[in-house]
């Protein structure tokens, strides 16, 4: 049984900072890629990062250079770390995986962008 359980969102200013945390069930966790995605009010779930089991990472365009993704195995947590954060960050965030031919989601966290 795969669990992903979101936390550390909540309300931040424009410039501010936040770490994400995915704290997953199960012995798939370190052979498997993460991904986080998010979803803003009234739009569809976009991609934001990826850490593949190798460690690899890629990023959307639109938080690359602001936002790190990384895991840590021992703990079977994955971990984004949101910096220099904008109102359009504004969004439920999820963790993702793919394992046994199902999608695995998270329920989510809301990080919240505004003065």
């Known amino acids: 049984q795969v669990q992903l359980v979101e936390s550390g969102g909540g309300l931040v200013q424009p410039g501010g900072s936040l770490r994400l945390s995915c704290a997953a069930s199960g012995s798939f966790f370190s052979f498997n890629a993460m991904d986080w995605y998010r979803q803003a009010p009234g739009k569809e779930r976009e991609f934001v990062a990826r850490i593949a089991s190798s460690g690899t990472t890629n990023y959307a365009s639109s938080i690359k250079g602001r936002f790190t993704i990384s895991r840590d195995n021992a703990k079977n947590t994955m971990y984004l770390q949101m910096n220099s954060l904008r109102p359009e960050d504004t969004a439920i965030y999820y963790c993702?995986?793919?394992?046994?031919?199902?999608?695995?989601w998270g329920q989510g966290t809301q990080v919240t962008v505004s003065s």
């Open positions: 993702s995986t793919y394992y046994g031919g199902f999608e695995y």
